[in-house]
């Protein structure tokens, strides 16, 4: 009886240490490498073409690595977008890098608001799904000091002691009120007493 029920706890804790893991928020660098740059290569299409290789899920974290001569700003819909009207926004980041939570599903459209960037290629558009974030493996950049647009929030992950590259980033721990965290502790909680009721 004894194994069997130390068999029990061992299978909760990896049952809960999946379910932990499984709900972290993944951090995308927009661009990769690249970062957030006017004129990039391959054109207007650069930005929409490294967005349609994610499946961007809401928590997930936009990261936009940029120089001082750039902005990110979230339009306010597709019309803004398509014509680059800058000018629909709430909110202007001018510090990279800019960090935005992606906290609803739906539609997001960015843009740098220097005159004729988002003209040239300088802006993103992202569906967000629901459910489960996914997780990313890189280390996490230093978080913006700027506000972040309408409809997102902005993280401020742990200091780091490590340098990092452009271009890599890591998943922050989730929130204590984020859903996926409520996720993890029912899922925990409901493990938990199955294993105690049968054994």
């Known amino acids: 009886m004894g194994l069997l029920h ?10 809960a240490a999946t379910i932990l893991k499984s709900t972290e928020a993944a ?13 990039p290569s391959g054109g207007a299409s650069f930005y929409s073409n490294w967005a349609s290789n994610i499946t ?19 339009l306010k819909d597709k019309a803004s977008f398509d014509g680059c009207n800058v000018n629909e926004t709430n909110e202007v980041i001018t510090t990279s890098p800019a960090r935005i939570t992606l906290n609803r599903t739906g539609e997001f459209y960015f ?3 220097v005159q004729g960037h988002c003209n040239s290629g300088q802006k993103l558009s992202v ?24 409809g997102t929030t ?9 340098p990092t590259e452009p271009g890599s980033t890591t998943p922050p721990p989730p929130s ?4 996926s965290t409520h996720v993890a502790t029912f899922s925990l909680l409901i493990i938990t007493l199955l294993v105690n009721t049968f054994f």
Do not use: K
């Not at 936009?64 to 750039?70: E, G, L, W």
């Not at 978080?143 to 647009?149: F, G, V, Y």
């Not at 204590?176 to 859903?179: E, H, R, T, V, Y």
């Open 6 to 15: 130390n068999m029990a706890i061992l299978l909760t804790i990896a049952v």
């Open 27 to 39: 951090e995308y660098t927009v661009g990769d490498s690249t970062g957030w740059i006017n004129s």
């Open 56 to 74: 961007f899920r809401e928590g997930d974290i936009l990261v936009f690595r940029f120089t001082a001569s750039h902005t990110v700003a979230e």
């Open 111 to 113: 843009a740098c608001t």
């Open 127 to 150: 569906n967000v799904t629901g459910g489960t974030p996914s997780s990313s493996p890189s280390p996490a950049p230093s978080p913006s000091q700027a506000s972040p647009p309408s």
């Open 154 to 162: 902005q993280e401020t992950p742990p200091p780091q002691s490590t």
């Open 176 to 179: 204590p009120g984020s859903a």
